[in-house]
């Protein structure tokens, strides 16, 4: 019985973790297709939109940091931290 409980439990943990996945893949391709698309930052619903489209995927990404070098200016360069995934900045 202790054995169909487990199994039971590790099938819906990774049907869950696979639909969560799923669902931000989704997201990660979305928010990609509102940033083709320009940046309307004259129009308070649409950053609306794309801030929480940026939010959920803070929250939801399995994160895969990278670590790179931004050049500020010609003597200047600055370390920064993004997820390969979905572009997240750490701040």
Do not use: P
Request: proline letters at 0%.
């Amino acid at each position: 019985m202790f054995y169909i409980i487990i199994n039971s439990a590790i099938i819906y943990y990774n049907t869950f973790t696979m639909e969560q996945e799923h669902k931000t893949d989704c997201m990660i391709r979305a928010i990609n297709i509102v940033r083709e698309c320009g940046g309307y930052t004259d129009d308070h619903e649409y950053m609306k939109i794309y801030s929480l489209m940026g939010a959920y995927l803070k929250k939801h990404c399995q994160h895969e940091w990278v670590k790179d070098t931004i050049d500020i200016r010609e003597d200047y360069s600055r370390i920064i931290f993004y997820c390969q995934k979905c572009y997240t900045t750490e701040s």
